[in-house]
């Protein structure tokens, strides 16, 4: 029996020298040692050997046990040792490639624009009131002093929706009568920002789409002088000390009386050249007394109430301020132009 033993131990041992994985090896563990293995046998027939052979038969299956069982654990260290260098090295890590760096987004530099917009005028006590970009004729038009088939809705021709009287706005103007009919009879001081269309031949001065920055002011004593120190302030925080402004007399149905507002030309400092159109002047904005029937129209009695609005641009400014000669470029979505801001 012992004689036996030794042969399968020196056959376990050998065999155990050609297991390759660890698959391998559970199946040589099985075979040798597992409860129906190789060497169960010599266990279980310890019981029908002589009891003076016992002693010795019992501690040469042990031993032989342990060897295996030691020869086992060696193999399987070495195995899982190899396996882990393996996957390491066909999974290597290059910790000496250059990292890549996350891209970090920013503001559209209208969006930038609009920002600084705010607050300038929330510094003069202005807030910010939101109207929509979608609507309708009555308030684009109608409730501002344009009746249909006036011949000043050539200015402000638009894109209409398919539902009878509704369109895209062609300016942020209608927002008046929104926040009139929601203040009154309270005084207000707003801007109200947001995206006006028009139906327009696009050019590198003219979009079908872009910003506009409107402001309100209603209230029981206010002037034109109101209007002119506030015009004023906007273009000094927005351009820069020493700015000249004037007024020139011009015409809006929803403003009585109407001007332009004009600044002297930050890039000649006035002196005329290709921007400025050799005029020396920059139009900055429309503006006007806000008209006794627009009054009514948002609630407030024009005998009492007077109120200013202005209308602006806001890629103008950015234009002016970054020397960017094409309005075009705001809504390209080139990231070549957007980077730069
Ligand atoms: N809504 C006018 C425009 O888009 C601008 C404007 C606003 C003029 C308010 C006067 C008062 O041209």
């Known amino acids: 029996m012992l004689d036996q033993l030794s042969a399968l131990e020196a056959e376990a041992l050998a065999a155990l020298e050609t297991v390759a994985d660890s698959g391998a090896l559970q199946a040589w563990h099985q075979r040798y040692l597992?409860?129906?293995?190789?060497?169960?046998?010599?266990?279980?027939?310890?019981?029908?050997?002589?009891?003076?052979?016992?002693?010795?038969?019992?501690?040469?299956v042990n031993r032989a046990k342990l060897a295996l069982t030691e020869a086992y654990e060696t193999r399987e260290a070495a195995l899982q040792a190899a396996e882990r260098?393996?996957?390491?090295?066909?999974?290597?890590?290059?910790v000496s490639l250059p990292g890549r760096p996350p891209s970090v987004g920013r503001l559209h530099p209208s969006t930038q624009t609009l920002r600084?917009?705010?607050?300038?005028?929330?510094?003069?006590?202005?807030?910010?009131?939101?109207?929509?970009?979608?609507?309708?004729d009555e308030l684009n038009f109608e409730l501002l002093n344009i009746p249909p088939h006036h011949p000043a809705r050539d200015m402000w021709d638009t894109f209409y929706t398919t539902r009878e009287g509704v369109l895209l706005r062609t300016h942020t103007s209608p927002g008046q009568i929104r926040a009139m009919r929601e203040y009154c009879p309270e005084p207000i001081r707003v801007i109200l920002p947001g995206l006006c269309y028009r139906y327009e031949q696009v050019t590198a001065r003219s979009e079908m789409m872009f910003f506009q920055v409107e402001g309100l002011a209603v209230g029981k004593r206010i002037t034109m002088t109101d209007l002119k120190g506030t015009m004023a302030e906007y273009a000094r925080r927005m351009f820069g000390e020493n700015r000249k402004m004037r007024f020139r007399a011009s015409h809006f149905p929803f403003t009585e009386p109407s001007v332009e507002v004009d600044m002297d030309c930050i890039l000649c400092e006035g002196k005329?050249?290709?921007?400025?159109?050799?005029?020396?002047?920059?139009?900055?904005?429309?503006?006007?007394?806000?008209?006794?029937?627009?009054?009514r129209n948002g609630g407030y009695d024009p005998a009492v109430y007077s109120g200013f609005a202005f209308g602006m641009g806001v890629e103008r400014p950015a234009m002016l301020v970054h020397g960017i000669d094409d309005i075009r470029y705001f809504f390209g979505n080139d990231m070549r132009f957007l980077r730069q801001f």
């Open 34 to 60: 597992g409860k129906r293995g190789a060497l169960t046998p010599f266990l279980r027939g310890m019981g029908q050997l002589p009891p003076e052979e016992r002693p010795e038969a019992g501690q040469a």
């Open 85 to 94: 260098a393996r996957s390491l090295s066909a999974k290597a890590v290059d």
């Open 116 to 136: 600084r917009v705010y607050s300038i005028f929330a510094d003069m006590g202005f807030q910010v009131y939101r109207a929509p970009d979608v609507e309708t």
């Open 272 to 295: 005329g050249c290709r921007v400025c159109k050799y005029t020396g002047w920059l139009e900055i904005s429309g503006a006007g007394m806000v008209h006794p029937v627009v009054l």
